[in-house]
C-alpha cells in the first residue's frame, strides 16, 4: 500500500498523528500501553503495515514479538522502535480468532521475525502464513501442543521420538559439482557454550548451510513468572536466566519493567547502587566472554582464560559482599535494593577502589597477549562478518551490534538509573568481525569502570541521613486489567526486555522475556556462510551466548 508520504530519517522523530496518518484505515483500534502508541491491525495487513513503518517512519528495529491467548482470540504484538532512538516505540497489535489463529508473516519486513514467531507458534500456537521456516524452536517437532495456550494439558504424556538427522540442503538446492557433508556440532561440547546443536551443511571445509538447533536448556521461565507474584516470588527469576555473570542486569530488567506498569518511583541513592552493582556485573559477563573466547579460538587455557577468570573472581568478591551471594544475587526490590552498602563502608570503598586502580595494568596484559596475538588476529580478523543492516533486521544489539558499528546503548539512548548523570562513553568498533566483537568488549571494561569509580564517589559523600534504599511499595501489587508494557535495559549481551500485561490480580496476565542472546544467535548463519568450520567456532563465541538465556 502506498502512503504517498516522504519517508522520514531513522533520527527524526514521528508524532502520533503521522502515524495514524500513515496507517490509516488499517487500524481498526488503538491499544496504548504504557509507552508506546499501540496500532491493532488486520491479520493480512501485517506486511504492508510494517513496510510502512520501517521504509516511511524509519522504525527499523523490531525489539521483540509477543504471543498471547485471551478468552475470546489470540494476539501477536510487534514491539519496533528505532536504533537511531529507542525511546520511540510503537506496538503493532494483531488479533486472530481462536478456531484459526493464523497471521500473515513479518519475516520478509524483518529477519528478526523469523525465530520470534517461530516460537510465539511453538509456545502459544498462532500460525504465521508464509513463514519461510515454519517448525518448532524451543521443543521437539513432535511435541504436542503449545504450552502457553488456554487448552494445553499439562498432565499429558509426551512422547519423544528421534528422528533421524537430514541434510538441511535439499535436492533442488545441491549442486552437481560439489558434494556436501552433515556435520552436528554439539550440543554437548565445550564450543558450543552450553547445550546448543549447531547443525552446519559443509562443502569441503566450506560451510553451506547452519541451523542452531536450541532449547535444550528451556526451563519454562515464562510460564513460571506467570505463575508468581509481583511483589515477591518472580525476582529470584531473573538471575538465573543468564546465569553466569548478569545477575543484577537481569534483575534490573524486570524490575523496570514492573516499575513503570506500577507506576513506583525508586531513590536517588538506591538508583546509584544499581548502577555500580551493573556495571561490575558488566565487567564480571566481559570477563567471563574474553576468557572463553580465547579458550575456543586458540586454546589458551594457562595463560588468558585463567588471567580472566583471576579478575572476574576479584569482581565476584565484591558482588558477594554487596549482595551476599555469587551468582544468584536476588538484590534488586521493586522500588529499590534488598540492604545498604556494607559495613563498614570504608573497606567496601576501598576494596573496589584497589580492583579498578589495578584494572588497567591487567587490560594492558589482555592487550599483550590477545590483541596484538598473530594467531588471534588470523582467526579473527575479517572473519564473521557481520554488516550493519543485516543485524539491524535480525534485532542484533549489545556489542554484537556495536561491533559492526551501530551507535545504540539503552543506557545513553533510553536512560534508566543513574546513567545519564554520569560521565562514559559508547564503545563500538566498525569492522564488523570477530575482532571488533572482542575489541568492544574490552573497550566497554574500562567504560564500566569509569561509571564505578563515579557512583563510588557520589555514595562515600552521600549524607547518612539521605541513604534511602527503598520506596514505599504496597506489599500486594494489582495494576490495573490490559495495563501492558514493554521495558528494556542494556545488559552486558544486549537488550534484554520484558512485557507484561497485567490481568488485574497480583500475578502477570502475559510475561514475556525478549533476549538479547536469541536474537544475536540467530545471526550466527549470516556471519558463516562461505567461510571455513573454525571461523564458525570464532564466530559463535564472539556472539558470547548464555544457552540459559536463549531458551529461559
Known amino acids: 500500500m502506498s502512503t504517498g508520504l516522504e519517508p522520514t530519517p531513522a533520527d527524526l522523530e514521528v508524532t502520533e498523528s503521522e502515524l495514524e496518518a500513515l496507517i490509516g484505515d488499517r487500524a481498526l483500534a488503538r491499544d496504548d500501553h504504557k509507552n508506546a502508541p499501540g496500532f491493532v491491525i488486520r491479520p493480512d495487513d501485517v506486511q504492508d503495515v510494517l513496510f510502512d513503518l520501517r521504509d516511511q517512519a524509519g522504525f527499523d528495529y523490531l525489539s521483540c514479538v509477543t504471543a498471547q491467548q485471551y478468552e475470546d482470540r489470540y494476539e501477536s504484538i510487534y514491539h519496533l522502535k528505532k536504533y537511531a532512538d529507542p525511546t520511540q516505540e510503537v506496538s503493532v497489535v494483531v488479533p486472530t480468532s481462536t478456531d484459526n489463529p493464523v497471521s ?40 504436542q501442543g503449545h504450552p502457553l495456550s488456554h487448552d494445553y494439558n499439562q498432565e499429558k504424556p509426551q512422547i ?16 552437481s559439482e560439489t558434494d556436501t557433508m552433515f556435520l552436528n556440532i554439539g550440543p554437548h561440547h565445550p564450543a558450543t557454550h552450553g547445550v546448543l546443536h549447531v547443525k552446519a551443511v559443509l562443502d569441503g571445509e566450506t560451510v553451506v548451510d547452519v541451523d542452531p538447533d536450541i532449547g535444550y536448556l528451556h526451563r519454562c521461565e515464562e510460564q513460571m513468572c506467570q505463575q508468581g507474584t509481583y511483589r515477591h516470588q518472580i525476582m529470584p527469576y531473573p538471575d538465573r536466566w543468564d546465569y553466569v555473570s548478569a545477575g543484577l542486569l537481569n534483575e534490573w530488567a524486570y524490575a523496570r519493567a514492573v516499575e513503570d506498569l506500577a507506576d513506583i518511583e525508586v531513590p536517588e541513592y538506591a538508583q546509584v547502587i544499581r548502577t555500580m552493582g551493573a556495571e561490575l556485573c558488566r565487567i564480571a559477563a566481559h570477563m567471563l566472554a574474553l576468557g572463553t573466547f580465547a579458550l575456543d579460538v586458540f586454546g589458551d587455557f594457562t595463560a588468558v582464560f585463567q588471567y580472566a577468570f583471576r579478575d572476574r573472581e576479584v569482581v565476584q568478591d565484591i ?17 529499590g535494593v534488598a540492604w545498604d552498602l556494607p559495613e563498614p563502608r570504608e573497606e567496601f570503598f576501598e576494596k573496589t577502589r584497589d580492583f579498578l586502580d589495578d584494572l588497567p595494568a591487567k587490560i594492558s596484559e589482555y592487550e599483550d597477549l590477545i590483541v596484538t596475538n598473530e594467531i588471534f588476529q588470523i582467526r579473527c580478523v575479517d572473519t564473521g562478518i557481520l554488516e550493519p543492516e543485516v543485524a539491524k533486521s535480525y534485532g542484533a544489539t549489545g556489542p554484537t551490534a556495536r561491533g559492526s558499528g551501530i551507535d545504540v546503548d539503552l543506557r545513553r539512548d533510553d536512560p534508566y538509573g543513574y546513567y545519564e548523570n554520569l560521565e562514559w562513553d559508547v564503545i563500538t568498533e566498525d569492522g564488523m568481525d ?3 566483537r ?15 569509580e563515579q557512583c563510588i564517589d557520589l555514595l562515600e559523600d552521600w549524607p547518612e541521613d539521605d541513604r534511602e534504599i527503598q520506596s514505599n511499595v504496597p506489599r500486594t501489587l494489582k495494576p490495573p486489567a490490559d495495563t501492558e508494557v514493554y521495558r528494556g535495559v542494556e545488559a552486558a549481551k544486549g537488550e534484554l526486555g520484558i512485557y507484561i500485561r497485567s490481568d488485574g490480580t497480583d500475578k502477570p496476565g502475559r510475561f514475556k522475556i525478549r533476549s538479547p542472546c536469541f536474537h ?12 571455513y568450520i573454525p571461523d564458525l567456532i570464532a564466530s559463535l563465541g564472539s556472539l558470547d551466548i548464555v544457552l540459559g538465556e536463549v531458551d529461559r
Request: aromatic share 8%; net charge negative; proline share 5%.
Open 104 to 143: 500473515q508473516t513479518a519475516e520478509p519486513v524483518y529477519r528478526a521475525a523469523d525465530w520470534a514467531e517461530r516460537e510465539n507458534f511453538d509456545l502459544v500456537g498462532i500460525d504465521y502464513e508464509g513463514h519461510p521456516d515454519p517448525r518448532r524452536i524451543l521443543l521437539p517437532e513432535t511435541w
Open 160 to 175: 519423544v521420538t528421534l528422528a533421524e538427522h537430514a541434510n538441511p540442503l535439499q535436492a533442488d538446492q545441491r549442486d
Open 319 to 335: 558482588l558477594e559482599d554487596l549482595t551476599g551471594q555469587r551468582l544468584m544475587f536476588n538484590y534488586f526490590r521493586l522500588g
Open 434 to 436: 570477530n575482532y571488533s
Open 438 to 452: 572482542v575489541l568492544v568488549r574490552m573497550g566497554e571494561v574500562e567504560e564500566s569502570a569509569k561509571i564505578i
Open 520 to 531: 544475536n544467535l540467530s545471526t550466527l548463519g549470516e556471519m558463516t556462510r562461505g567461510e
